[in-house]
């Protein structure tokens, strides 16, 4: 094997690397290549690669075999490009020392400028430069980089020693009062003299050592200090935060110094090439007269604006224009630019792809397109799911800097992104009546439970003290866009006191918090929010998102009002319409179903059952009118019917009075519904094994309400669903009962209904043997909610003990991501394709999707695309973030497949239930080695 | 396709079928074809299928096309071979119609005799045999079978005619006191005669139609009514209560009448070629001199015994003897046979393979290998898992049938077979007082947890009101062989009051019951038992069984008790040792597990933990001495931690006190401790993620006791199993961990131990992701008890409610056998072959058993065998139960595979924990596609 190259040089419009090497150079690295290469004005340097820090790491902290040498080859090349040399008495050459990984990291190491000088050198630079105050002014600041950054000297102790000299010097010379401040630019050259020595005095006593005054000590010393930053504890629990993982480490730039702190003619500046806020086509940045990047960071002065540049030096400003102008046609992106004008000259020190707010991501993509420096296709790959995300929910408004540092109280998981604030109710019917007074109003719980679910719709936001980000709580509020923050574990909630109390802060029934879903904060008292609002360039995105994608994006939806809602976010029909959350809807129909429950026979449950059935049919003919022309699955009942009863002694006596039975008969009926393991029992298609009255009502109400509105003209779709399934005997029975009830009806209706049916795939044992349940499905809806908890045998309401351990990489770190939230594709992918790959091997035609909360997820929406799947159902809040990834996915697969794969088509496909067509071959086939989710 | 053969003759000699046409022509008409192809004498006649059954009913009771015309033609052809012609007026051929399945079902139609007697041909007969009182009896029995069999009028109608003859006309002409009975015999020709007019009038006045004078017409209303009585409900039931499944229909035998009521040279009787109760080579049967089959049935005289035949007819049982050899030389098996003598000739009418005894079983197998009639091979293939079942459990004297019939209580579900007796008591605590007073302790309970373990194993027998098969008290019951009665739901407890009632019957506290575990029938009082008695035989059949399995039998043992009684049951190491019980075992050990689970902090833990450290490190040096020179795989902690602590209010109190912790404290805990789905939450290594000193304390201890057994000559082989796995990760870490602390006490203790890391497959993601997971363990073992809940989505605890509908193939029918007793291969099947191929894919060396509680279940045995696992485990009165279902296994495949399989090795294996083999190719392969489970 040949030995790696460790080091890469960049200099005189050539480079060794290059704009897309980020992973090996990082991004500072790979930007300097580039910039040198396309013929930018970039200092020469060189980067020593990321490898070399994760082979530092691996070795015991100890550099691989070579480095020295390529590093000091790379300095003789370096001083002979710039014609000067480290520690050159007369003229040396300077460098700065730079960290730099594949993605920024604030929480690195930062920059240290002016390497190379040393007490000879210094006097060199004064010569060369005719300006001694700023030779020793750079010589100062050098040592105080140094011996902060790169030693771990206490900056303050540097800051102390400039105090006293600024004191006990400049202060007496100058005659200050003792209100003036004493500049940094008051201390003169003498003064400047004596705070070297001090320097050097502070950093003997700190280090046992004397200051380094060999250049190439200096060089070593900083490249040993960005390496060990990586792993200092801070850069580690940035990564931790950000989700970082699989970063190598941090490469190092080593670069030629240029100045601009040498006059007015000088400077510094950031820019971006587009307005990162508005996305607007406009020059967007700060510039520092005569300063070095480090005062920018400082913060001692206050920048002007671009505009202000071209004014202060028109010369400089036409460089830095056409340097904006060749970066966005070479990247075809919005740049983040870093750069220095010494005395006239621009250099270039950094580029980047620019950070963006979500509308102007939108615009700078649609911009572009017009611009024609990208195609669709691009636009449509280059917005992010937080980009949706982020123009869908209101969010606080971050410029309350002082509200949010003063009014914090703590934190909890985000579950919905968005910002909500109203007054603190700890019941749903309280939170309920108070809505309807038109109060603003957030619900705070333990936890929810579907009987929360008005209190909830009720309210702004939902904080609850219990649950992760697929309790309940997180997947009602979900599907409403609604935010929600779960498992805040320091919320002491008093249900009977009415209060809550978190970090020592007491709020009670009727103050004001606001929540911020995206972070996951909460805050005391009404902060302002700012409104969301859809930018025109959102629209002619999602228009090309829907021409390139082969998939359909159907919505969880179980009202009418939902349905609706999802239709105007581009939902093509329902994926998964929850049937007993109607039951939920009224005192009437709770009661009914309870009814239905506590019977003791047959005859008595069919008469409960009837009393439900106009309630049904009523809501379905809803969804089928707000659905009209598309497909809409209807789950028959899930849950144990435990759900539906009260627990607590007052409800079972009211419900024995209503429904003419003793307390003692209903609290014993409660009691045989318990069970140990209600993930795993009486539920699903086996409620309807057990009582078949229930399929019996659930498909009269449904193909009744289908007859009903096909008569008024509608075009109607019913997909008849069964939950739970495990064996094709089992699939069978039930489907023959569903066709007879419905056949029953239609023919007595005289109306032609086409309906479907078919069956979920949520237990292993159902997708390991999909080849026999495929024989007597019309389609599969993959549920991979429940299909996650049984293949991984966590339960979601219970893995929040254990579950941050598993995702967290310095922990076990088995899972990159939560699986709950994106799909486990190693271990439940797997599973997907063999019920897909075995389905379609017995019914070629099978209709198959996804309606488990990661029908929302883009990387799981992703997954399903290339699995072969005709269509995902997202919630409806998640539909514009599903078709976004689907079009992603298409888009991806083009670019791996080449020609033959549907290209963006110029016109707008035709709405109706048309078959879902399979994604294209070559995209299923794709997804025979998938990356693994689970990290190895 | 050529039409089917509906119709098989067979007399003189000659048969259509064969013995080996079970499934066509049922049990019966097979025996018949068989005995008159070798010769034996066998009346002729014909046997119509068991298909044109299945057809009758899937073509709504409708006779197939041909059928009416083959049976004519058959009727033709017996006519000729017996020279006699149906209804002939001098000479009249008879006929019986039986019915007979496949298997043995005392549920179906009784026998129809004399068929073919008309108001005419009674007359041939009495002619023929000069003997009309003979053929008036026959004419009327005739009508009253055909009348009551056939036509369903009420027996008691008939015998209320005979009685009304006999006590109005014979009563008078014999002048017999009214204390004396008249008997059948009694009544003259004349009365007879009178008698026939009489049944004649009572079938026309009940059908509405004369008694049929068409002996065809009377063939088919007897055809038609055996093809009615297989749907009747007894049927039904009674296939349901023995779940006979896939058996197709009742085929019928028309046979010619032989009469064994012609007078004292002639008679019937019913014989065993062997003791059926203790298996001696001893002629076995009773004989009943002039009387026809019915008259046994009737129990009207008392059978004489065989020795009693031989001198009362010696060459008519010399005829019979000479049968019973043939027979048996013949089918090489004891045979059941029913024979007829008319007038001193033998006529064979059955003969079926002879139900017996356990012992009687083993006594016969091992004799015929002895006498050369069959190989070991055949000898082992012929035990049945009841066999050895019914020699280990003590059993209810069944000679108590008037207290089986009025002490009996309820029935419940029979989760361990066997009988116990003793007094009731309700809470484990008192049941382990009482018993350690020497009194025989029945525990009855709502349901058992961990903590009753105690009282559990101090009592005879174990009763609960809840739970399924495989529930703690199921289980752990099954683990002692002690008997078990659980989910007896009609069993209403009261705690408070100390007594239970079940069916109107109530039971005190300190009242006897006796328990029957093999039926689920409770009964007051206290019953004789049985008690078993290991015949030799056992001992031989068990050597041969050993010599020919290939795969390992090890078992489930927590304890050095165990452990011991295991190893004397044939266990070869232990499968899996469960760690958590032995925290139950003393007040100090719960206490500090306790401790452990209170604590707040790693160090508490580690505290609470080096309490238990001594413990657990004898406890295993127990079972390693007990296991000395086997393996012994030992599962580090799995249950959730609330398993542990107590969870009403003064147990918490206790416990706060106990540990120096406020009662709140220990709520809070206890209540954060609480998971909805238990059975998915926080327990497997998931613990030992969460909490390492816990993996820390359980190694130290087994290596430890390894070490101190090792060094006092002990073999000891220990096995570190981690449980509920789903990924590579995940295992990797845990093995290091486990190594880690393993590798520093073996080198600390300088003694050579080798031991094992393996991991459970209990997961679908484990077993899917089997060849990532290799790379980490030494060994697999299925947890088939947790793989079958998460594949099937299906809590064992809650099944109940449901799981009874799934295998009632009247109801569901998705399963033939309960999950949870007997593998669902087709599901949970596909998952271990898929993991344990993965597995070898990655480690071709990888051991593999099974340790649910499927390791006991043979049918599970076998497939584990034929799926090419090492070994399986069961509990310890299981482990003959698997040592003999392995060696059936093995023998099947040798048999399907033919040489280069192992066959009967003369030697012993020498003990010791050599590499348990995979099983043999062919065998492995053969798995591909076994038979499903599930039914289709």
Redesign the interface.
């Given at each position: 094997m040949a030995k790696a190259k460790f080091v890469y040089s960049f200099g005189n419009k050539e480079a060794e690397g290059s704009g897309s090497m980020k992973e090996l150079l990082g991004g500072k690295g790979a930007g300097l290549a580039e910039m040198t290469m396309i013929g930018l004005p970039v200092p020469a340097g060189f980067t020593i690669t990321t490898e070399v820090c994760d082979l530092y790491y691996k070795n015991g902290k100890k550099y691989p075999a070579g480095l020295v040498e390529e590093v000091e080859k790379h300095v003789k090349k370096l001083e002979k490009t710039t014609g000067k040399k480290l520690g050159d008495p007369s003229d040396p050459l300077l460098v700065s020392v730079r960290s730099g990984a594949a993605v920024s990291m604030p929480g690195m190491m930062e920059t240290i400028l002016n390497l190379g000088l040393t007490d000879k050198s210094v006097e060199g630079l004064a010569k060369k430069t005719g300006n001694k105050r700023f030779a020793l002014d750079a010589y100062r600041r050098f040592i105080m980089m140094y011996g902060s950054t790169a030693m771990g000297i206490s900056r303050e102790k540097f800051d102390h020693a400039f105090d006293q000299i600024k004191e006990t010097v400049t202060r007496k010379r100058l005659k200050l009062a003792a209100s003036v401040k004493v500049g940094d630019t008051d201390v003169n050259e003498d003064e400047l003299g004596a705070l070297i020595s001090n320097f050097k005095a502070l950093y003997k006593k700190e280090i046992k050592k004397d200051f380094p005054q060999d250049p190439i000590e200096q060089l070593w010393g900083a490249i040993g200090a960005v390496f060990g930053s990586w792993m200092a504890d801070k850069a580690i629990t940035y990564r931790k935060v950000e989700k970082l993982v699989g970063v190598k480490g941090t490469a190092v730039n080593i670069v030629q110094m240029v100045f601009g702190n040498m006059g007015s003619n000088s400077g510094t500046g950031v820019c971006f090439t587009r307005d990162p806020n508005t996305g607007e086509n406009k020059f967007y940045g700060d510039y520092l007269v005569n300063a070095q990047g480090e005062d920018v960071v400082a913060g001692i002065r206050t920048p002007i604006k671009l505009s202000d540049f071209e004014k202060h030096d028109p010369k400089a400003y036409k460089q830095l224009c056409a340097v904006r102008k060749t970066l966005e046609t070479h990247y075809k992106e919005m740049q983040d630019l870093e750069f220095t004008v010494e005395e006239g000259t621009l250099y270039m020190l950094q580029c980047r792809t620019g950070k963006r707010s979500p509308a102007a991501a939108f615009k700078i993509a649609v911009d572009m397109v017009t611009e024609k420096l990208i195609s669709k296709e691009t636009a449509v790959s280059r917005i992010k799911t937080s980009d949706i995300e982020g123009i869908f929910y209101p969010a606080i408004d971050k410029s309350q800097v002082q509200q949010l540092k003063s009014e914090f109280i703590v934190n909890g998981i985000d579950a919905v992104p968005g910002a909500a604030c109203g007054k603190v109710y700890f019941s749903a019917a309280k939170a309920e009546e108070m809505a309807d007074l038109n109060e603003k109003v957030i619900l705070v719980r333990k936890e929810t439970s579907p009987e929360d679910v008005g209190g909830m719709h009720a309210a702004q936001g939902i904080l609850t003290a219990t649950g992760g980000k697929t309790s309940h709580a997180a997947v009602v509020a979900r599907g409403w866009g609604k935010c929600c923050i779960v498992g805040c574990e320091k919320l002491e909630i008093d249900y009977a006191k009415k209060m809550f109390k978190a970090n020592g802060i007491t709020v009670k029934e009727g103050e004001f918090i606001t929540l911020d879903g995206s972070s996951g904060n909460v805050y005391k008292g009404e902060l302002k929010l700012v409104a969301p609002k859809l930018p025109e360039s959102y629209q002619t995105i999602m228009k090309w998102v829907d021409e390139v994608r082969t998939v359909k994006v159907r919505t969880n939806a179980d009202t009418p009002y939902d349905a609706t809602h999802a239709r105007k976010l581009g939902a093509e029909g329902i994926g998964l319409c929850r049937t007993e959350h109607m039951f939920f809807d009224s005192e009437e129909r709770i009661l009914a179903i309870r009814e239905m429950i506590i019977a003791d026979n047959s005859q008595n449950r069919k008469k409960a059952l009837a009393k439900l059935l106009p309630f049904q049919t009523k809501d379905f003919e809803g969804i089928f009118k707000a659905m009209d022309g598309y497909g809409v699955t209807i789950r028959l009942i899930d849950p144990p019917l435990h759900e539906f009863v009260p627990h607590d002694e007052a409800g079972q006596k009211a419900l024995a009075k209503a429904v003419g039975k003793t307390f003692e008969e209903v609290r014993q009926r409660v009691e045989q519904l318990h069970?140990?393991?209600?993930?795993?029992?009486?539920r699903?298609c086996?409620l309807t094994?057990?009582y078949p009255e229930i399929l019996e009502m659930q498909v009269t109400a449904i193909i009744t309400a289908a007859c009903k509105q096909t008569k008024k003209g509608v075009k109607v779709y019913p997909e008849i669903m069964i939950p739970?399934v495990?064996?094709?005997?089992?699939l069978a029975?039930l489907e023959k009962q569903v066709r007879k009830t419905a056949d029953a009806i239609i023919a007595k209706q005289a109306v032609k209904v086409t309906y479907l049916v078919g069956t979920m795939i949520?237990?292993?044992?159902a997708a390991?043997?999909a080849d026999?349940i495929a024989g007597h499905a019309d389609f599969f809806s993959f549920g991979t909610n429940?299909l996650t908890?049984?293949?991984?045998?966590?339960?979601r309401?219970?893995?929040g003990?254990?579950l941050p351990?598993?995702i967290d990489e310095n922990?076990?770190?088995?899972?990159r991501l939560d699986p709950f939230q994106s799909l486990?594709q190693?271990?439940?992918g797997?599973?997907i394709k063999t019920g897909i790959e075995k389905g379609r091997s017995a019914k070629p035609s099978l209709k198959i999707g996804i309606c488990g909360e990661h029908g929302g997820d883009s990387e799981s929406v992703k997954f399903c695309c290339r699995a072969g799947m005709n269509y995902v159902s997202a919630s409806p809040f998640r539909v514009p973030v599903a078709r976004l990834a689907a079009a992603q996915a298409a888009i991806a697969d083009k670019a791996s497949a080449g020609p033959g794969v549907k290209a963006v088509k110029k016109t707008v496909k035709k709405a109706g239930p048309k078959k879902e067509k399979k994604a294209t071959s070559t995209a299923a086939k794709k997804t025979a080695s998938p990356k693994a989710t689970?990290?190895?």
């Open positions: 069970e140990a393991n209600p993930m795993l029992g009486h699903g086996r094994i057990t739970l495990v064996d094709a005997v089992e029975l949520e237990t292993p044992r390991l043997l026999q429940d908890q049984m293949t991984l045998g966590m339960s309401d219970d893995a003990k254990f351990d598993y922990k076990a770190g088995v899972f486990d190693a271990g439940v797997l599973l689970t990290k190895k």
